[in-house]
């Protein structure tokens, strides 16, 4: 068993990172000095027997089952001991599926960084696995590869686009999109169990003596771990909107306004950012066609629609069913990585766990409408595409300054967005043509979605909708 020196975790940075905004403050706890992780040596046997078993929805209601916190012994144990369950095999599933694409892109620097970063967070949890968790100096512990976890993929997703934009000569666009589209769900639900836990340690007292934590304060009444009973989207559509109006007026010097109406004050529990992760990206889009087509007096309207309860068909897709929660929302059966080997494995596909949403499971509807001009319809067939974007900062300029080109996407821009302040995208207004998809991969993640419908030559409306946590006890 080999030790790894790397400082502890359990600090403000990485908090930030995976808390809600309003629980922060609550977060504090004394890491012991010096601590380093145990770790195990992963072995190809290891990876074959964990990535063989079977992966299952996650819902929300798995995530609060354990209770409001602050929690007691017993439950934050069972918290612990639900996520070490659950993770070894994950993490096995995402390394099998990097080490299936192609020999060339996976020998790219960046993704091989990145299939790096989950053996490194695999050998931090052998040690843990086929084991249970049941001292709290042991959860604490356990806390702490948890805290590592989150950590060490902090960053993956502008490694992993600039890796497949290096690669872009070996691997199709298409391929590209189908890969990202089930990493980056997996990837989701990963962080999400991750951080539940972290939350709930640390909004919980247990282990103050163990820690010598004195100041561990009560968790905002609402937020059980990472998910707020009473989140307000329209509180949330505010915090997003100042963001980008201040990336909006330092790229453009302008800012169009933002008029919300609709229901407000309707709350629902959800993780707060995740929506807060899609409400940014989906107003980056909106203020940038706005901006860019000269209609910045006129706002950008975002409508709150609570969805009714106790009535099926009221998702998105007007498809008329109630929408369950299927393993390919969640990135759970590699599909993509199979494509890439050819090897036919029906069985795990016929297999897949489907978790049905209640139908009173309560939910909202968001619609952001812009007069940006809509997309063209040669755009619109790619606009769920990894990398797909008509960011030009060029054209940006030739636009802003009278002169008119023609959109078109392009890797080298996304690379240039990448290289670019900010490194990820995040104080940019567009760039690496991630913010559609990822964002339709949040929000499918928990049953709901994404439908754009352009007006081309007026505009856009875009339609997110959400469901939340059925009843909590
Ligand atoms: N509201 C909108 N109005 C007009 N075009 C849009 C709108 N939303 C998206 N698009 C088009 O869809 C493309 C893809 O959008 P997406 O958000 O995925 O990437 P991006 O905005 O280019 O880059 P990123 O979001 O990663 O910074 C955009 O480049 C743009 O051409
Ligand atoms: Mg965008």
Redesign the pocket.
């Known amino acids: 068993m080999a030790q790894l020196q790397r400082p502890l975790i359990i600090q403000s940075q990485f908090i930030r990172l995976c808390c809600p905004r309003n629980a922060r403050k609550t977060l504090t706890i004394t890491p012991p000095r010096h601590c380093k992780l145990h770790t195990s040596t992963v072995t190809d046997n290891d990876i074959a027997r964990l990535a063989s078993l079977p992966l299952h929805p996650l819902t929300l209601a798995d995530l609060v089952k354990h209770g409001r916190p602050p929690l007691n012994t017993p439950q934050l144990l069972t918290s612990a001991n639900f996520t070490l369950s659950i993770l070894p095999a994950r993490l096995a599933h995402r390394i099998q599926s990097l080490r299936n694409l192609p020999f060339i892109v996976v020998s790219n620097p960046h993704i091989s960084k990145i299939h790096s970063n989950y053996i490194h967070s695999l050998s931090t949890l052998l040690p843990w696995a086929e084991r249970e968790i049941t001292t709290l100096e042991d959860e604490v512990k356990f806390t702490e590869v948890m805290a590592d976890l989150v950590q060490t993929h902090s960053n993956t997703i502008s490694v992993l686009a600039r890796g497949f934009l290096e690669a872009r000569k070996y691997i199709s666009p298409k391929d590209v999109t189908r890969f990202l589209d089930e990493h980056l769900r997996a990837r989701i639900g990963t962080r999400l169990i991750a951080e539940q836990h972290l939350a709930l340690h640390f909004s919980s007292q247990p282990h103050h003596d163990v820690t010598h934590t004195h100041d561990v304060e009560e968790p905002p009444s609402g937020f059980i771990g990472v998910i707020d009973t009473k989140l307000r989207p329209a509180k949330i559509v505010q915090h997003c909107e100042a963001v980008v109006s201040e990336i909006c007026e330092l790229k453009y010097g302008v800012r169009p306004h933002v008029v919300i109406n609709g229901e407000p004050e309707y709350t629902f529990a959800h993780v707060p950012v995740h929506l807060e992760y899609i409400i940014t990206?989906?107003l980056?889009?909106?203020f940038?066609?706005?901006v860019e087509s000269g209609m910045e007096r006129e706002p950008i309207e975002v409508t709150i629609a609570p969805l009714p309860e106790e009535q099926p068909g009221n998702n998105v897709d007007n498809g008329g069913e109630a929408k369950a929660i299927k393993n390919v929302d969640q990135g759970n059966v590699d599909v993509a990585s199979r494509s890439f080997t050819h090897k036919d494995d029906s069985s795990s596909i016929a297999s897949e766990q489907i978790r049905p949403l209640a139908h009173s499971t309560p939910g909202v509807t968001i619609r952001?409408r812009?007069r940006?001009?809509?997309?063209s319809p040669e755009?619109y067939a790619?606009?769920?595409d990894?990398s797909?974007?008509?960011?030009n900062e060029d054209q940006v300029s030739a636009t802003l300054s009278g002169s008119s080109s023609s959109?078109s996407?392009s890797g080298m821009d996304?690379l240039n967005?990448i290289s670019g302040p900010g490194g990820d995208?995040a104080n940019?207004?567009?760039?690496?043509?991630?913010?559609?998809?990822?964002?339709r991969a949040y929000a499918e993640y928990f049953g709901g979605g994404i439908a754009?419908q352009?007006l081309w030559g007026w505009?856009?409306d875009?339609y997110l909708s959400l469901k939340g946590v059925g009843k909590i006890d």
Do not use: C, M, Q
């Open positions: 990206e989906l980056k889009n909106a940038r066609a706005t952001i812009d940006g001009g809509g997309i755009n790619h606009i769920w990894y797909f974007t008509t960011f959109k996407g996304a967005a995208g940019s207004l567009a760039g690496l043509g991630y913010g559609l998809p990822l964002g754009v352009s505009g856009t875009v």
